[in-house]
């Protein structure tokens, strides 16, 4: 059946604005293609068995998995920032989708314009997807945070519209981890200053309040990922470990768990910060925190730039009372590489700048080729299999939802995907539709007001698929429905 056969199905009603919100709705979720007659795509030719495609599978009962593909391959728009790996950008190129790569983050309006077409965005920490940013992304159905952070995503609203959002949970932490090592033998050395020193050709041998850090303790805030995995590497140089966690959790090793904040302040000689950006660690080192520190003792943050309050420990670095800091994320940070560390980007950081034993570092925590390379596989790959499969695992604000590939087998199988407000009385109405056609396989689960169902409907033709999207789309509690066939 040719494609326009499908498309004369598809009742067209216009927008105000000239445009067409089926067309549209159908580009965001069916076919990328916004030229109404190609609105619907007839099915493609499923890949030969022995054609040379690199994620040919096979399922656990060996059978070949069929890729889906619901898109015609170039169709697929995809925007990457911030210079995300070149693995990444193989992937996705591999699969045949159209992927515009820039190495910087862009400023707001900007991002507006060239979200709008886009059906896939790639981030790292710098690029704000903001409610009024995510308004703009009219095709957008997925976004990748190449990096571990998701603070700089509005993750509720992009949940709302049926935005999903993945990271790279671990693939950085161990880079982080290594850094921070480095600091604390650098701060309890002075090395910095003495580097500095040495640039400008002055030769200054002092051993005064130089120390090893055999047998002193470092305190750990959010014990995750990076937090464990540092406490390794520090008892591994005969420190003593301690942690605060909101969550009880095991120590590795010796280490041992705190139960307040302010114990954890008033023992380590060594304080480092690794917890997300939320509400609750705004600011958690203020005034009164750096105060309960010992003094002498050091302060490392390569978490969020906001879980310090800067003003503050500029104050206490001058007093003498902190000994030195290492600081690797700011409140503000340049959407690119250049001479931006100045009072413009932030009010302080000519303050910062003039303080002694203060390594300052432009949030280079994650970057490693190690970190990049392995990030870049694991966030493409997560795009691709929600692309083409809408599998949701390891999404971070959906319901986790997979089902097996259909395989060769199957060539008459569509895939139904269902994002819809989680309210009484939508799976019924959902069922009753999909009850007309033989459903092989259904997964559904729900996170927070958005459910997500996922179908496997066997024996099903073209016309059947344009009527089961129209009459799905006819919901009312609908965010976003994809049929992948
Ligand atoms: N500088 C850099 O380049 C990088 C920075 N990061 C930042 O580091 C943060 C931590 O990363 P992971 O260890 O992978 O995260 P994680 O999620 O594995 O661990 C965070 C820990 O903090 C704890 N926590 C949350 N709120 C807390 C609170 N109010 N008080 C005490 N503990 C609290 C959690 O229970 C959890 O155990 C990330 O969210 C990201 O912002 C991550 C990677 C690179
Ligand atoms: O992984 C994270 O959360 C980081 O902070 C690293 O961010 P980046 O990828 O360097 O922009």
């Known amino acids: 059946m040719p494609a326009s056969a499908l498309t004369e199905n598809i009742k067209i009603p216009q927008k105000q604005n000239g445009e067409n919100s089926v067309r549209r709705e159908v580009s965001r979720s069916l076919s990328i293609s916004t030229s109404p007659h190609d609105a619907f795509h007839h099915r493609q030719p499923s890949m030969g068995l022995e054609g040379s495609s690199p994620t040919l599978r096979r399922t656990t009962t060996g059978a070949v998995a069929k890729q889906l593909k619901p898109f015609r391959e170039q169709d697929v728009k995809i925007l990457l920032l911030e210079n995300v ?23 707001e309006d900007q991002l507006i314009e060239k979200i709008k077409d886009v059906h896939v965005i790639g981030i790292r920490s710098k690029t704000k997807l903001t409610s009024r940013v995510l308004a703009a992304a009219k095709n957008l159905i997925v976004i990748g945070c190449f990096c571990i952070g998701t603070n700089q995503v509005d993750l509720q ?20 981890a290594e850094l921070v090592i480095c600091e604390i033998i650098a701060l309890a050395r002075q090395l910095g200053d003495r580097s500095n020193e040495m640039h400008r050709g002055t030769w200054n041998k002092v051993s005064a309040k130089c120390w090893e850090v055999r047998g002193k303790t470092l305190g750990i805030i959010g014990y995750g990922h990076i937090g464990s995995q540092l406490s390794v590497l520090a008892e591994s140089m005969g420190m003593d470990v301690i942690y605060y966690d909101v969550v009880n959790l095991m120590g590795m090793g010796n280490a041992r768990q705190v139960p307040s904040l302010d114990q954890l302040l008033s023992t380590a000689d060594f304080v480092t910060c690794h917890v997300p950006e939320l509400p609750e660690t705004m600011n958690m080192i203020s005034k009164h925190q750096l105060d309960t520190m010992k003094q002498g003792s050091y302060l490392i943050n390569a978490s969020r730039g906001s879980v310090v309050d800067i003003p503050a420990l500029v104050d206490a670095m001058r007093a003498g009372h902190i000994a030195g800091a290492a600081l690797d994320v700011y409140p503000a940070e340049p959407a690119g590489n250049g001479d931006y560390f100045t009072n413009e980007l932030n009010p302080w950081a000519e303050d910062l700048r003039s303080l ?5 570092t432009p949030h280079i925590g994650g970057s490693t080729e190690e970190a990049q390379s392995a990030i870049g596989v694991e966030v493409a790959d997560a795009l691709v299999r929600y692309v083409n499969e809408g599998v949701t695992v390891g999404a971070v604000n959906m319901p986790e939802v997979s089902l097996r590939s259909l395989t060769m087998d199957e060539p008459n199988h569509a895939r139904v995907i269902f994002i819809h407000q989680n309210v009484p009385g939508v799976l019924r109405r959902v069922n009753e539709i999909l009850g007309d056609h033989n459903v092989d396989k259904q997964m559904t689960d729900s996170r927070g007001d958005v459910a997500y169902l996922m179908a496997d409907v066997s024996s099903v033709r073209d016309e059947d698929i344009a009527q089961l999207y129209r009459e799905l789309e006819s919901l009312k509690e609908r965010i976003i429905t994809r049929i992948l066939y």
């Open 85 to 107: 790996n070149q693995t990444g950008r193989d992937i996705l190129q591999g699969q045949g989708y159209q992927v515009e790569f820039l190495k910087s983050s862009l400023p």
């Open 157 to 176: 609203y992009a949940a709302s519209h049926g935005i999903c959002v993945f990271n790279s949970p671990f693939s950085n932490s161990r880079s982080v």
């Open 356 to 360: 002694k034993n203060l390594i300052l």
